[in-house]
């Protein structure tokens, strides 16, 4: 039953399609990240871990001056 409304809708054309652009989608993503540098993992990797980043000094920077002023958020 399910082959006949496959062959009268014409479904299995989107099935090929959707299978294929699968296939596209998932080589470029493996092959962007097979090809980038080591350095550039070895970076992302200890991201969490620094303790000097911009955006952290800012986030603390706000929180001691809503402290002081008594302003919570």
Known sequence: MLQQ???????????IASLLFFIVV???IAIRVLRAPKSHYDHLAHLP????????N????????????????
């Open 5 to 15: 409304v496959t062959a009268a809708t014409g479904a299995s054309h989107w099935a």
């Open 26 to 28: 998932f080589a470029g």
């Open 49 to 56: 871990l620094e303790e000097d980043t911009p955006a952290k």
């Open 58 to 73: 800012a986030a603390n920077s706000l929180a001691s001056t809503a402290h002081v002023s008594g302003r919570e958020s």
